[in-house]
């Protein structure tokens, strides 16, 4: 998935701004199977690459999304992600996720 990211209202980009929309992707078992089934979070590491003046600089602009998931086994799930603004690397992802088909 890719997607675009902003703060409604808008307000300059801080760390727990983008600790939040690393958590703001869809779970890749709803876009695999195409539909929703009960699923959780298990694990959720974010990294944040960019400085604090990089955040500064982001402003309030949108931030660019990506994220994709390895394997689908035994009701887990992994997915890593990553947040860009302009041609920054500001934060990464990763999480493990448990799904149970219906």
Same mark, same amino acid.
């Given at each position: 998935s890719t997607l675009w /990211? #902003? &703060?409604? !209202?808008? #307000? !300059? /980009? &801080?760390y727990p701004a983008l600790a939040s929309m690393a958590d703001a992707f +869809?779970? #890749? %078992? +709803? /876009?695999?199977? *195409?539909t929703y089934m009960p699923a959780g979070t298990i694990t959720l590491t974010t990294y944040f690459h960019a400085t604090a003046a990089e955040l500064a600089a982001h *402003?309030? &602009?949108h931030v660019l999304g990506t994220a994709r998931a390895a #394997? +689908? %086994?035994n009701g887990h799930f992994d997915q890593d992600g990553a947040l860009w603004g302009g041609d920054v690397l500001l934060a990464t992802t990763h999480q493990l996720v448990y799904f149970k088909t219906p």
């Open positions: /990211l #902003r &703060d409604i !209202p808008e #307000r !300059p /980009l &801080d +869809f779970p #890749r %078992v +709803f /876009l695999r199977h *195409g *402003g309030s &602009d #394997r +689908f %086994v």
